[in-house]
């Protein structure tokens, strides 16, 4: 069994930032790719950012130059660093993973997400 942990989200005002975790758990073999989603109220769930275990990086264009997406893949991990947070950034942000788990096929996995907060 996988299981993805996401930390770090609160409340931060405007102009401010936060750094968030995603930590995979379990028989893994390898990670393919790690992403971040985001879903405000009302909205459809829309990516924010991904990496691969090469350590390329894609980001929406509505967070690039504000977000960075990083991995460690010792500790099988991705963090999301959000600077000048914008009330409009305010989410529950998910941590997504393709895995290759011990003896199955590759899968992808959800976080239980994490709040985000921006207050202008």
């Known amino acids: 069994q996988v299981q993805l942990v996401e930390s770090g989200g609160g409340l931060v005002q405007a102009g401010g930032s936060l750094r968030l975790s995603c930590a995979a758990s379990g028989n893994i073999i390898s990670i393919i790719v790690m992403k971040w989603y985001r879903q405000a109220p009302g909205k459809q769930r829309e990516l924010v950012a991904s990496?691969?275990?090469?350590?390329?990086?894609n980001y929406a264009d509505f967070v690039k130059g504000r977000f960075t997406i990083s991995r460690d893949n010792a500790k099988n991990t991705v963090y999301l660093q959000m600077n000048s947070l914008e009330p409009e950034d305010t989410a529950v942000y998910y941590c997504?993973?393709?895995?290759?788990?011990?003896?199955?096929?590759?899968?992808?996995?959800w976080g239980q997400g994490t709040q985000v907060t921006v207050s202008s």
């Open positions: 997504n993973a393709l895995v290759i788990p011990i003896g199955r096929i590759p899968s992808g996995y």
């Open positions: 990496i691969n275990n090469g350590g390329s990086t």
